[in-house]
T-cell receptor, first 118, second 106 residues
C-alpha cells in the first residue's frame, strides 16, 4: 500500500525556519517525483514545486522560488520541504503528493499544519 | 500561469441528486486535467485524471469529461459523504495550477 506520512504540526515564530518531512512507503521511492502543495486557512490549493528523488532535480513554482527548498533522502525514502524566514503568511497546511510521470498526482500525504505567530 | 475558473463556487443539493461542476482553463491544456475531493479537515483525494479516467478505487458515480479549455465533473446519486470541496488541477503547463474549488453541500 502506497503511503506518504508527513511530520506533525508545528508552531513557529516569525523569522524562524522549519523543515517538513514526507516519508514514502509501499513503492520504489526513486521511481516517482514528489510534489508539494500549500493550502492557507480556508483557501484553495497552491503548487509549490516538485522534486525527482532519483537525482534531486527540482522544479519550483516561480511564485515560491527562493522561499522554499525541496530535498530528499533516498536512504530513508523521505522528501523534505524547508521554509525559511517564516512570516505569518506562511501559516498553512502543507501537503506532499506523489506524481505519476512527473505530472499527475495520485497519492497525497495527510498534511502538516504550520502556524507562525509571535 | 494558467488560470482555472470553477463554477459554481458552491452548491446545495439533495441526497440522490446529480450535480455538475465546471472548470474552465485560460489556455488549451488538452486532457491534462485532474479532479480532487477534499472533505473538511482532510487531505485531498484524487478522483479523476486525464479529464475522464477514474483513479483506482473511485466509484463510477464520479465522471469527468472535456478537453482543451472546458471540463466538467459530474457526481451522481449524491450521498451525505459526498459533501466536500472539489478542485480541478491542470498538469499540462508548468507551473501546475488549481481551480478555486467548488463546495458541495448535501
Amino acid at each position: 500500500e502506497v503511503q506518504l506520512v508527513q511530520s506533525g504540526a508545528e508552531l513557529k515564530k516569525p523569522g524562524e525556519s522549519l523543515r517538513i518531512s514526507c516519508k514514502a512507503s509501499g513503492y520504489t521511492f526513486t521511481a516517482y517525483w514528489i510534489s508539494w502543495v500549500r493550502q492557507m486557512p480556508g483557501k484553495g490549493l497552491e503548487w509549490l514545486g516538485r522534486i525527482d528523488p532519483s537525482d534531486s532535480h527540482v522544479n519550483y513554482s516561480p511564485s515560491f522560488q527562493g522561499h522554499v527548498t525541496m530535498s530528499e533522502d533516498k536512504a530513508t525514502s523521505t522528501a523534505y520541504l524547508q521554509l525559511s524566514s517564516l512570516t505569518a503568511s506562511d501559516t498553512a497546511t502543507y501537503y506532499c503528493a506523489r506524481l505519476v510521470g512527473a505530472m499527475r498526482i495520485d497519492y497525497w500525504g495527510q498534511g502538516t499544519l504550520i502556524s507562525v505567530s509571535s | 500561469d494558467i488560470q482555472l475558473t470553477q463554477s459554481p463556487s458552491s452548491l446545495s443539493a439533495s441526497v440522490g441528486d446529480t450535480v455538475t461542476i465546471t472548470c474552465r482553463s485560460s489556455q488549451d491544456i488538452s486532457i491534462y486535467l485532474a479532479w480532487f475531493q477534499q472533505r473538511p479537515g482532510k487531505a485531498p483525494r484524487s478522483l479523476i485524471y486525464a479529464a475522464s479516467t477514474l483513479q483506482n478505487g473511485v466509484p463510477s458515480k464520479f465522471g469527468g469529461s472535456g478537453s482543451g479549455t472546458d471540463f466538467t465533473l459530474t457526481i451522481s446519486s449524491l450521498q451525505p459523504e459526498d459533501s466536500a470541496t472539489y478542485f480541478c488541477h491542470q498538469y499540462n503547463t508548468y507551473p501546475f495550477t488549481f481551480g478555486g474549488g467548488t463546495t458541495v453541500e448535501i
